[in-house]
């Protein structure tokens, strides 16, 4: 596990506590999906997944494809849940498929690791000195745009609740959209290591 320290902002979740705390809650048979991304490292960490069950993408370092492959997996399998992995820059792609999911009644649970920005830019940018604007959007409300669709939709800014939620969402079916709000602070050892900040700023 990555113990880099990263200061949180007041309201938001670091996504290592997200990931760890759907480790323990999520049930081991539902399917999962691993979209790519920034967000992506942080769900593979996930070491008691059976390795038939966690598809991860890996298209040429592509987004936005994540909610495509939890479809055809829900579709081919539809007596199981999956569980889509994605970040906010990705599922924005395509979130107009949510419609696809309601109307098809497809089971996805759709958690979104959403920091408010096209995580990998925002942190290569970062790391060259260089300006954000481009990477930086805010934060999206997924829980309203899944609303919007029919669906249910939930907001996290803290995690206690998650454990009830899920056996709820496991006896009720269906599709939703759970929408966790996560630092843009907590860098990827990944990128960490490709992208290093310059010295001033690590000695700062």
Known sequence: PDSHVF????????????VEALEKALPHDWEM????????????????????KFLTI??????????????????????????????????????????TIKRHRLNILIVVMNDGAYGSELHKLRSEGLPEDGSVFGYCDFAGIARGFGLPGKTFRNLGDLPKLVAEFAASGGAAVW?????????SPTIRRAHPRPAKEKRG
């Open 33 to 52: 999906v691993n979209s790519g991304g920034h967000c992506s490292w942080f769900f593979a960490q996930m070491p008691s997944r059976p390795q038939e």
């Open 179 to 187: 929408d966790f709000h996560v630092s843009a602070k907590v860098v």
């Open 7 to 18: 200061e949180i902002e007041p309201g938001l979740l670091d996504p290592r506590h997200v």
């Open 58 to 99: 890996r298209e040429f370092g592509a987004i936005g494809n994540g909610i495509s492959f939890a479809m055809g997996v829900a579709a081919a399998r539809p007596d199981t849940t999956v569980v889509l992995f994605d970040g906010d820059g990705s599922l924005m792609m395509h979130v107009q498929e949510l419609e």
